[in-house]
């Protein structure tokens, strides 16, 4: 399965001087009139070259983009990891000093009877 789509463009080509049909060579870019012997380009093998490249640049951006996104979908979960570590934390903390509390409540309580 590829990853590109490819657009495919069909038009019949004729001959501007004797109208006949002309025959497409692909890997020039090409045609040429089998009977008054009449070459046209029809696609310069550079801009070929320079469609692809913009297909791959284009594939390469999108990649990116998909980078880009991960990570801040990292970040945010690492930030909200963090914050949940933070929360769980505190609530010990807290939890720690009212058992101290009751604690020292308990020991000046058995120390007054």
Do not use: W
């Not at 609530?91 to 000093?97: A, M, P, T, V, Y």
Request: aromatic residues 8%; positive net charge.
């Amino acid at each position: 399965m590829s990853i590109f789509k490819r657009k495919v463009d069909y038009t019949s080509l004729t001959c501007p001087e004797c109208g006949e049909h002309l025959d497409y060579n692909k890997e020039a870019g090409t045609a040429r009139c089998k009977y008054c012997n009449t070459e046209i380009i029809i696609d310069a093998p550079s801009a070929r070259k320079s469609n692809m490249l913009e297909t791959v640049f284009d594939f390469v951006e999108r990649q990116q983009d998909r980078y880009e996104q991960n990570a801040e979908k990292r970040r945010l979960a690492e930030e909200h990891e963090a914050a949940r570590r933070r929360a769980a934390a505190k609530k010990r903390n807290i939890i720690l000093g009212v058992i101290v509390t009751v604690a020292l409540i308990a020991y000046a309580l058995i120390i007054l009877l």
